[in-house]
């Protein structure tokens, strides 16, 4: 279903060559994220350390620098790829707080119910475009409830232009991959292309940000790349 299933070490290969602009991504996050840590930092006497949880982690290659200094009460990693997890919990190493790692569907992790466990911090980078639209409508209105007061949803993804078909996107992407990812062979290309016309479903940013608020979230994007397609949204309770 994704690239480390399918095609082992190509999707690093993209991260690392910085193919879909990760490093800008990855700065964005931890803007938001240290934002959002000195905004409640004031309450942290009488709240506890806030619980994050990643969806879709994969081997946590980008994301592992900003997890070792963030003062977090725990992180629960969550991939439908059992094989990244061992990698995921290498690249992060030892911390300071309990981390879990699930091999589980995100939005089985979603569905779940645990009023006890408010996620404070609800991260998912390239994940969520796997779901249908419809799925991922479901999935903003779960992850809705299992949100903390106070709580962020980061959500980096890819995504289409306001009104652009499916396929109108496709075509658009895979002549981006053929002609300028020229860090990957022309085998490892192709295997993208193949994964993406078969497995991407990027959601339209007006329907989304419409399912998104009837969900009960307030959007807002936070950075977006320059060939029309990652960005980078933050969405909290209304
Ligand atoms: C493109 S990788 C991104 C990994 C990491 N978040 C990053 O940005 O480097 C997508 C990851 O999401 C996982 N994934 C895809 N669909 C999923 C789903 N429905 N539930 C949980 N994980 C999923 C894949 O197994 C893969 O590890």
């Not at 964005?28 to 959002?36: H, L, N, R």
């Not at 709240?47 to 592992?64: F, H, I, K, S, T």
């Not at 002549?175 to 994964?195: A, D, K, P």
Request: with cysteine.
């Amino acid at each position: 279903m994704d690239l480390f299933n399918r095609q082992g070490t190509t999707y690093r290969q993209v991260v690392d060559q910085d193919l879909m602009e990760h490093r800008a991504l990855s700065t964005a996050v931890a803007k938001a994220i240290d934002t959002w840590m000195e905004s409640v930092g004031s309450d942290r006497g009488k709240r506890e350390p806030p619980r994050l949880v990643d969806l879709g982690c994969g081997d946590l290659g980008l994301l592992a620098p900003l997890l070792r200094r963030l003062p977090l009460g725990s992180y629960l990693g969550i991939d439908l790829s059992a094989q990244v997890l061992p990698l995921a919990a290498a690249a992060l190493g030892p911390v300071a707080y309990p981390c879990r790692w699930r091999e589980l569907d995100l939005l089985s992790w979603a569905a779940a119910d645990n009023p006890a466990q408010p996620v404070d911090i609800l991260h998912s980078a390239f994940a969520i475009h796997h779901l249908s639209d419809g799925e991922k409508a479901r999935f903003l209105d779960l992850c809705r409830r299992r949100i903390a007061p106070g709580g962020l949803f980061l959500w980096a993804d890819v995504f289409r232009q306001p009104g652009e078909s499916r396929d109108a996107y496709g075509a658009r992407y895979v002549e981006r991959i053929r002609n300028t990812w020229t860090e990957l062979s022309q085998e490892e290309r192709e295997r993208v292309v193949t994964h993406l016309l078969s497995f991407d479903h990027p959601a339209d940013p007006v329907v989304i940000q419409a399912a998104a608020a009837a969900a009960g979230w307030r959007w807002k994007w936070l950075w977006r790349g320059t060939h029309q397609a990652e960005a980078l949204a933050l969405l909290t309770p209304a």
